[in-house]
């Protein structure tokens, strides 16, 4: 295939929408199998060696769409959730890389409460291998929970918000470790890209990896993408989708350059993310006969503790979530089902500024105040188990965005069982931080992430997605992103993602 | 600013409709040091005609002519025959009154304690945010004696703003050498540091809003001074945060916003219109005039979801707070000479070709390039 691209005219194999964590493995596995892909992404593609660490500029890799937040627990976007450019959210994300728990797969089985997905760990944990293997990720050997395994590269050094966090663990009896992370810390050179170099702590993890020792897609699973020809096509927005006289998908509309295009297809496979998937079906109408797109959607309980120590701690240096600890995964006293992960946190200026500002409620002298402490604060975060709600949910607003496709309506309610778990962690990481010696301890309620809105299972009634990614009505629609997890789980979702797509693939083979 | 020699011979031009009983210019003008032309003219047209000649000219009007003096000075100044100065007696803005956003132009308001449309609370709050480089005189009234009362000081006052100098007059903190050599090193890569010299850039006093009114700058100007006040980080001149807000709100957003609130740039103009609201009735005066205790108890009841006023919804205002803490904070943070005073060296983890990051992680330790900051405090938290 050459270089060039595919004809919009000529139907291609496949159409995948969005080049993230979703769609990249996937894109991969296609073209490397001798299909014809063409990947639509919305963003840019960029530069790495121009990312920059100044945190206003590099909202650039931001998905910066209007998004409307409602719900008793609005969400924050922008910044935190949602990427653009070719390698989707991995360009920003934190690249905090665990294992999603096997007992997260059953926790209605085990609980009464959320939902099972329709296969088990044993199922995902070979294309989970495969994932860490062919990005690079890092991390402790032995690993003290779960299944034993290795972590190719050595965990990055760890900050002072590690350190401080592995000493207030110890004092209470709570195993840490070196969290498994996404970055490499010795040079790694891949053929169809180059060279990534080693982790030099430089801590701007969130505002892009200049030297690429960040494992995302567009330094992995995309060159080896468009080594075997796939057409990877930035600024191509998807807006609307074809189908032909039986009902199958025929082509794709997109808008790029402000001019509307149609590439046709034989298969079509969005991978937007938990939003933008539900959005375009929602906006086109499609692979909805359960009613359940845009239902369902889920956040990680994401509370965070900060204080302030004696010493500097400098929290915009070296990677920011160096620590973990598992032990929170079903704790004995919980009066919540599920569990979930801690890390330490270091953090950038503005963000961490911008946490202050909205979740402590500061103004005034105070606010000042605190904020001339920065480089003498830490903090701990985890990242929970969020139970299905079908109240929680996108929709489609009044409103129409610049290419005319209606604004996205998250509502977004805690739970009891959110909130029981915020408090319990507020508890346990405020002990922790007490045991190491914080003052001024305040916790942050917040959720982060994005999960659901077309939930995988086996009953077309009830799902949108089979247990392998495809449309129930339709079946040449695949959906390849976190948007059909049935449970949100404890774990951020990237490992889970790219390893769901590689599994897709094999399913879009066979099919 | 630098002052200038009035160019001579200058000529007063009044707005002075026939029959409308206007204030005694002849006086006035004796008073206003050199001694200025009179020219009194009846409508706007014979005004604009008078300032056509050629002279050298300033611009005067009392009471209900000044909208117009505003709106023809705005003309002028396109047409490239801008009055060195206006001078604006009592003025009385009609509410809705037409008027152009901004007049940069030296300006002497005049104004009337106690009397409603020309009080310098009204003033201040309504009139004052279209004239940057406007100065406010406030004398007690009626304003029918004004000149007989006040002449000589409004003429030494007038005499004053002719010589000012409307060059742009810029604020803002400077950044610390230290930080600024920092900046300059190769730790810093070319693009970050064309960023950072970007937004070193100082902030100007007659900054023209790009999204919100004049009035609803002037509020959130006073606002963002409650909500971060920037004493004990910068000593001289804050980081004019207001209207680096308002420069975002003209662009296009970032990527979300409360379902329950307007469009960014439209839930910052209702809110301050609604705190401004609040402020009148809860306090007697807008929010720009009253005293910083009331300005501190009207946020307070923001912040708390139980400010009640016309406008936006207690718990709109509660969530537009919100907001408002976030953006102000992002906008100081993110300032070179606010990392300069804090010892933030974010933005210095890599140069280029050699994206360095940090060797010096770990907990107490700091490589010996890496700034300190002034108004860094340690972990002493009071």
Same mark, same amino acid.
């Given at each position: 295939?050459?270089?060039? /691209?595919?004809?919009?005219?000529? @139907?291609?194999?496949?159409?995948?929408? $969005? %080049? =993230?964590? +979703? *769609?990249?493995? &996937?894109?991969?596995?296609?073209?490397?199998?001798?299909?014809?892909?063409?990947?639509?992404?919305?963003?840019?593609?960029?530069?790495?060696?121009?990312?920059?660490?100044?945190?206003?500029?590099?909202?650039?890799?931001?998905?910066?769409?209007?998004?409307?937040? /409602?719900?008793?627990?609005?969400? @924050?976007?922008?910044?935190?959730?949602? $990427? %653009? =450019?070719? +390698? *989707?959210?991995? &360009?920003?994300?934190?690249?905090?890389?665990?294992?999603?728990?096997?007992?997260?797969?059953?926790?209605?089985?085990?609980?009464?409460?959320?939902?099972?997905?329709?296969?088990?760990?044993?199922?995902?944990?070979?294309?989970?291998?495969?994932?860490?293997?062919?990005?690079?990720?890092?991390?402790?050997?032995?690993?003290?929970?779960?299944?034993?395994?290795?972590?190719?590269?050595?965990?990055?050094?760890?900050?002072?918000?590690?350190?401080?966090?592995?000493?207030?663990?110890?004092?209470?009896?709570?195993?840490?470790?070196?969290?498994?992370?996404?970055?490499?810390?010795?040079?790694?050179?891949?053929?169809?890209?180059?060279?990534?170099?080693?982790?030099?702590?430089?801590?701007?993890?969130?505002?892009?990896?200049?030297?690429?020792?960040?494992?995302?897609?567009?330094?992995?699973?995309?060159?080896?993408?468009?080594?075997?020809?796939?057409?990877?096509?930035?600024?191509?927005?998807?807006?609307?989708?074809?189908?032909?006289?039986?009902?199958?998908?025929?082509?794709?509309?997109?808008?790029?350059?402000?001019?509307?295009?149609?590439?046709?297809?034989?298969?079509?496979?969005?991978?937007?993310?938990?939003?933008?998937?539900?959005?375009?079906?929602?906006?086109?109408?499609?692979?909805?006969?359960?009613?359940?797109?845009?239902?369902?959607?889920?956040?990680?309980?994401?509370?965070?503790?900060?204080?302030?120590?004696?010493?500097?701690?400098?929290?915009?240096?070296?990677?920011?979530?160096?620590?973990?600890?598992?032990?929170?995964?079903?704790?004995?006293?919980?009066?919540?089902?599920?569990?979930?992960?801690?890390?330490?946190?270091?953090?950038?200026?503005?963000?961490?500024?911008?946490?202050?500002?909205?979740?402590?409620?500061?103004?005034?002298?105070?606010?000042?105040?605190?904020?001339?402490?920065?480089?003498?604060?830490?903090?701990?975060?985890?990242?929970?188990?969020?139970?299905?709600?079908?109240?929680?949910?996108?929709?489609?607003?009044?409103?129409?965005?610049?290419?005319?496709?209606?604004?996205?309506?998250?509502?977004?309610?805690?739970?009891?069982?959110?909130?029981?778990?915020?408090?319990?962690?507020?508890?346990?990481?405020?002990?922790?931080?007490?045991?190491?010696?914080?003052?001024?301890?305040?916790?942050?309620?917040?959720?982060?992430?994005?999960?659901?809105?077309?939930?995988?299972?086996?009953?077309?009634?009830?799902?949108?997605?089979?247990?392998?990614?495809?449309?129930?009505?339709?079946?040449?629609?695949?959906?390849?992103?976190?948007?059909?997890?049935?449970?949100?789980?404890?774990?951020?979702?990237?490992?889970?993602?790219?390893?769901?797509?590689?599994?897709?693939?094999?399913?879009?083979?066979?099919? | 600013?630098?002052?200038?020699?009035?160019?001579?011979?200058?000529?007063?031009?009044?707005?002075?409709?026939?029959?409308?009983?206007?204030?005694?210019?002849?006086?006035?003008?004796?008073?206003?040091?050199?001694?200025?032309?009179?020219?009194?003219?009846?409508?706007?047209?014979?005004?604009?005609?008078?300032?056509?000649?050629?002279?050298?000219?300033?611009?005067?009007?009392?009471?209900?002519?000044?909208?117009?003096?505003?709106?023809?000075?705005?003309?002028?100044?396109?047409?490239?025959?801008?009055?060195?100065?206006?001078?604006?007696?009592?003025?009385?803005?009609?509410?809705?009154?037409?008027?152009?956003?901004?007049?940069?132009?030296?300006?002497?308001?005049?104004?009337?304690?106690?009397?409603?449309?020309?009080?310098?609370?009204?003033?201040?709050?309504?009139?004052?945010?279209?004239?940057?480089?406007?100065?406010?005189?406030?004398?007690?009234?009626?304003?029918?004696?004004?000149?007989?009362?006040?002449?000589?000081?409004?003429?030494?006052?007038?005499?004053?703003?002719?010589?000012?100098?409307?060059?742009?007059?810029?604020?803002?903190?400077?950044?610390?050498?230290?930080?600024?050599?920092?900046?300059?090193?190769?730790?810093?890569?070319?693009?970050?540091?064309?960023?950072?010299?970007?937004?070193?850039?100082?902030?100007?006093?007659?900054?023209?809003?790009?999204?919100?009114?004049?009035?609803?700058?002037?509020?959130?100007?006073?606002?963002?001074?409650?909500?971060?006040?920037?004493?004990?980080?910068?000593?001289?001149?804050?980081?004019?945060?207001?209207?680096?807000?308002?420069?975002?709100?003209?662009?296009?957003?970032?990527?979300?916003?409360?379902?329950?609130?307007?469009?960014?740039?439209?839930?910052?103009?209702?809110?301050?219109?609604?705190?401004?609201?609040?402020?009148?009735?809860?306090?007697?005066?807008?929010?720009?005039?009253?005293?910083?205790?009331?300005?501190?108890?009207?946020?307070?009841?923001?912040?708390?979801?139980?400010?009640?006023?016309?406008?936006?919804?207690?718990?709109?205002?509660?969530?537009?707070?919100?907001?408002?803490?976030?953006?102000?904070?992002?906008?100081?943070?993110?300032?070179?000479?606010?990392?300069?005073?804090?010892?933030?060296?974010?933005?210095?983890?890599?140069?280029?070709?050699?994206?360095?990051?940090?060797?010096?992680?770990?907990?107490?330790?700091?490589?010996?390039?890496?700034?300190?900051?002034?108004?860094?405090?340690?972990?002493?938290?009071?």
């Amino acid at each position: 295939m050459s270089a060039a /691209g595919f004809d919009n005219r000529e @139907a291609v194999d496949v159409v995948v929408i $969005g %080049t =993230g964590a +979703g *769609g990249a493995p &996937l894109i991969a596995e296609l073209a490397q199998a001798g299909r014809s892909v063409v990947a639509l992404e919305a963003g840019p593609s960029f530069e790495p060696k121009r990312f920059t660490p100044d945190e206003p500029t590099a909202s650039e890799i931001y998905w910066l769409h209007e998004r409307l937040s /409602g719900g008793e627990t609005p969400q @924050a976007f922008g910044g935190n959730n949602s $990427g %653009t =450019g070719v +390698g *989707g959210s991995l &360009l920003h994300y934190g690249a905090f890389m665990p294992r999603m728990d096997p007992r997260d797969f059953t926790l209605h089985s085990e609980t009464g409460k959320g939902v099972d997905w329709p296969f088990g760990a044993d199922e995902l944990m070979p294309w989970i291998a495969r994932v860490e293997a062919e990005i690079g990720v890092s991390g402790p050997t032995p690993y003290p929970w779960g299944v034993p395994r290795t972590y190719a590269y050595a965990p990055p050094t760890r900050n002072a918000p590690a350190q401080i966090m592995a000493r207030g663990c110890e004092t209470l009896g709570i195993t840490c470790k070196d969290a498994p992370a996404a970055v490499i810390t010795a040079e790694r050179d891949q053929p169809e890209f180059g060279v990534r170099h080693a982790c030099v702590n430089c801590g701007a993890c969130h505002q892009g990896c200049r030297n690429d020792a960040k494992s995302g897609v567009h330094n992995t699973y995309l060159p080896v993408a468009r080594a075997h020809g796939a057409d990877i096509r930035p600024g191509c927005m998807a807006t609307g989708i074809v189908l032909d006289g039986r009902g199958r998908v025929e082509a794709v509309i997109y808008v790029e350059g402000g001019v509307e295009k149609r590439q046709a297809c034989r298969a079509l496979v969005l991978a937007a993310g938990a939003v933008e998937t539900a959005r375009l079906l929602l906006h086109t109408g499609l692979a909805n006969s359960s009613d359940q797109v845009g239902r369902n959607y889920m956040t990680h309980v994401s509370t965070q503790v900060w204080g302030t120590f004696d010493e500097e701690t400098r929290p915009n240096h070296g990677y920011p979530s160096a620590l973990i600890t598992e032990d929170m995964m079903r704790p004995a006293d919980a009066d919540f089902v599920g569990g979930y992960l801690m890390q330490s946190l270091g953090m950038m200026p503005a963000t961490w500024g911008s946490l202050v500002a909205r979740a402590r409620g500061l103004w005034g002298p105070g606010l000042t105040r605190y904020l001339r402490h920065y480089n003498h604060v830490a903090g701990l975060g985890i990242n929970g188990e969020c139970l299905p709600r079908p109240e929680n949910r996108v929709t489609l607003s009044a409103e129409r965005d610049a290419m005319g496709l209606p604004k996205p309506r998250i509502d977004h309610s805690y739970g009891p069982n959110e909130i029981a778990m915020h408090n319990h962690a507020t508890r346990v990481m405020t002990r922790i931080w007490e045991a190491a010696g914080a003052r001024d301890i305040w916790a942050a309620d917040r959720a982060a992430h994005m999960i659901g809105t077309c939930r995988m299972g086996t009953d077309a009634s009830t799902s949108v997605v089979d247990p392998h990614g495809r449309s129930h009505d339709i079946d040449n629609l695949w959906i390849c992103d976190h948007s059909i997890f049935p449970s949100a789980a404890a774990a951020n979702p990237a490992l889970t993602i790219m390893a769901l797509s590689l599994r897709t693939a094999q399913a879009i083979q066979q099919s | 600013m630098a002052a200038s020699e009035p160019a001579l011979p200058l000529t007063l031009i009044c707005l002075q409709p026939a029959g409308r009983r206007g204030p005694d210019w002849g006086t006035l003008a004796a008073h206003i040091s050199p001694n200025p032309m009179l020219h009194l003219a009846e409508t706007v047209e014979a005004a604009r005609a008078a300032a056509a000649n050629g002279d050298a000219f300033a611009l005067a009007a009392a009471g209900a002519d000044a909208a117009a003096a505003m709106i023809l000075t705005d003309k002028l100044i396109e047409a490239g025959i801008a009055p060195r100065a206006l001078l604006l007696l009592a003025p009385v803005m009609a509410q809705g009154a037409a008027r152009p956003d901004m007049v940069g132009l030296p300006t002497l308001v005049v104004a009337v304690h106690g009397e409603t449309p020309s009080s310098p609370e009204t003033l201040r709050a309504r009139l004052m945010p279209h004239l940057p480089y406007g100065r406010l005189l406030a004398h007690d009234g009626p304003d029918d004696t004004l000149i007989l009362r006040h002449g000589k000081a409004i003429g030494a006052a007038f005499s004053e703003i002719l010589m000012t100098d409307t060059g742009p007059i810029e604020t803002g903190p400077a950044i610390d050498p230290a930080f600024a050599a920092l900046l300059a090193s190769d730790h810093v890569s070319q693009r970050t540091r064309e960023v950072m010299e970007q937004r070193a850039k100082p902030d100007f006093q007659a900054y023209a809003p790009k999204a919100l009114t004049p009035e609803a700058l002037a509020i959130l100007r006073a606002a963002t001074l409650r909500v971060l006040p920037q004493e004990g980080v910068f000593d001289t001149d804050p980081i004019d945060l207001a209207a680096r807000i308002d420069t975002r709100l003209a662009t296009t957003g970032d990527g979300w916003r409360f379902a329950e609130l307007p469009p960014d740039a439209q839930a910052y103009e209702q809110a301050l219109h609604t705190l401004d609201r609040a402020a009148m009735a809860r306090n007697g005066g807008p929010f720009v005039v009253v005293d910083a205790a009331a300005q501190d108890d009207l946020l307070t009841r923001a912040s708390d979801g139980t400010l009640e006023a016309e406008g936006l919804s207690a718990a709109q205002m509660q969530l537009w707070f919100t907001d408002l803490r976030a953006d102000c904070v992002q906008t100081f943070i993110t300032h070179p000479a606010t990392m300069g005073r804090l010892g933030i060296d974010s933005i210095a983890n890599g140069g280029d070709p050699v994206h360095q990051g940090f060797a010096e992680i770990g907990l107490g330790q700091r490589a010996d390039w890496e700034p300190t900051g002034r108004a860094s405090l340690g972990g002493d938290v009071a």
